[in-house]
């Protein structure tokens, strides 16, 4: 009987033992089997975020790609805009410039000439007037001179064609004439 009893108790541990050993490899599988499913749940939502993060990228580098289109555009245009100030800033600055120096000059060209003019008695004054007629009137009558004896050589060398045509057309009537008879 000590026998029995001691292989009874011998197995009753064992089967304890192997009870709860079947407890801890259950525990340990289903551990197991949840840690995989977490595993499984972490990559899809880790697909799914890096699928989002390159949407969100390509969409962050179309939008940079745009602003930087806008940036060159609205660059561009005030580019323009400030040359077109400039410009006018110039141009603006020049005329101001010119029409001071051309006041001044034209002042001291008055100055002079009313200098002269106080000096000047009358017979250089009746000599100034006769300077600017013979200046202005004499080249005039050159060129009446010039274009009338342009016509009439012109007038001469049409005559002379006329002349050498008529005899021409007159020896043949008169060769047509003869040939007739």
């Excluded at 799914?48 to 555009?73: A, F, L, P, T």
């Excluded at 001044?104 to 100034?128: G, W």
């Amino acid at each position: 009987a000590v026998v029995s009893t001691q292989s009874g108790h011998y197995g009753r541990e064992m089967a304890d033992f192997l009870s709860k050993e079947l407890v801890r490899l259950q525990e340990e599988q289903r551990i197991h089997a949840f840690a995989l499913l977490a595993e499984r749940k972490r990559r899809m939502r880790e697909a799914e975020e890096s699928g989002k993060r390159q949407v969100e990228e390509r969409r962050r580098v179309e939008e940079d790609e745009i602003w930087r289109h806008m940036c060159n555009c609205h660059q561009g245009t005030m580019e323009t805009y400030l040359e077109d100030i400039i410009v006018r800033s110039v141009d603006r600055t020049a005329d101001e410039q010119a029409r001071e120096e051309i006041q001044t000059k034209a002042e001291k060209i008055n100055e002079v000439a009313y200098e002269l003019e106080s000096k000047r008695d009358r017979l250089q004054s009746e000599n100034m007037v006769a300077e600017l007629v013979y200046s202005f009137l004499l080249p005039e009558t050159e060129k009446e001179t010039l274009r009338e004896n342009v016509k009439r050589e012109q007038r001469r060398h049409i005559l002379a064609a006329h002349s050498v045509i008529h005899g021409q057309t007159t020896d043949i009537e008169k060769e047509g004439e003869s040939s007739k008879k």
